[in-house]
Nanobody, 121 residues
Framework: QVQVVESGGGLVQPGGSLRLSCAAS????????MGWYRQAPGKLRELVAT???????NYADSVKGRFTISRDNAKNTVTLQMDSLKPEDTAVYYC???????????????WGQGTQVTVSS
């Protein structure tokens, strides 16, 4: 059984910072791309940032220069450092990981339960 669990999030003023963390656990053989997505009320879920197993990052244009994604392959974790936050960053943030579970021959997409980020004065 595989689990993906986020932590962090909360309420922050515009211009502030938050750090989101995500840990994958269970019977894991390998994790490929990990990333963060977000969904604001009334909108579709959108990509925020992803990072490959080799640590190559990819960012949505809206967060480039403000957010930094990183991962620790030894700990099966991915972190999103969010700086210079704006009200439009308010959303539920979801962690995603492409994981090969034990006894499987291919990878599967796993999602966390989501964590709320609210940017407001």
């Amino acid at each position: 059984q595989v689990q993906v669990v986020e932590s962090g999030g909360g309420l922050v003023q515009p211009g502030g910072s938050l750090r989101l963390s995500c840990a994958a656990s269970g019977n894991i053989v390998k994790i490929y791309t990990m990333g963060w997505y977000r969904q604001a009320p009334g909108k579709l879920r959108e990509l925020v940032a992803t990072v490959t197993r080799g640590a190559s990052p990819n960012y949505a244009d809206s967060v480039k220069g403000r957010f930094t994604i990183s991962r620790d392959n030894a700990k099966n974790t991915v972190t999103l450092q969010m700086d210079s936050l704006k009200p439009e960053d308010t959303a539920v943030y979801y962690c995603n990981a492409n994981i090969v579970p034990r006894l499987a021959s291919s990878s599967y997409s796993y999602w966390g339960q989501g964590t709320q980020v609210t940017v407001s004065s």
